[in-house]
């Protein structure tokens, strides 16, 4: 048989197990407002941006000379370096040769373009 409980008992239990549901309303209820605050602007179409002009500085052209120079003045000090092999008391033979033709070479080019610029 069924056994009747009173009133006071039965309703304290309807009521813890309303607490212990509103805990966890209210968690989802935060969650599902920080997932709305995240994935509703992501559903709206975005306004289109006005068009922005970039304007860029023009781009350095290399001429196939001074392409030519560059891998060489990389390529010269390499190539004297594996040579004399400066890292066993060969220094001087090595700047001499490697790098000072190099740095001369440059030097010159830097007064030259100087002086095509001046007149």
Known sequence: MLQKMPLQTTLRNCAEKVLM??????????LLIISGIFLVPRM??????????VMRPPALKFSWTLR?????????????ALY????????IPFVTLGIGPVVVGWSLKWV?????NKR
């Not at 549901?21 to 935060?30: A, N, R, V």
């Not at 709206?44 to 002009?53: A, E, S, T």
């Not at 030519?68 to 004297?80: E, G, K, M, N, Q």
């Not at 004399?84 to 220094?91: A, R």
């Open 68 to 80: 030519l120079a560059l891998i060489l003045s990389f390529l010269w000090p390499v190539a004297c």
């Open 21 to 30: 549901f509103s805990g966890i309303q209210e968690i989802l209820l935060i």
């Open 84 to 91: 004399f092999k400066p890292w066993q008391q060969n220094v």
């Open 44 to 53: 709206m179409n975005p306004r289109p941006d006005p068009q922005k002009v």
């Open 112 to 116: 030259l373009a100087g002086m095509k």
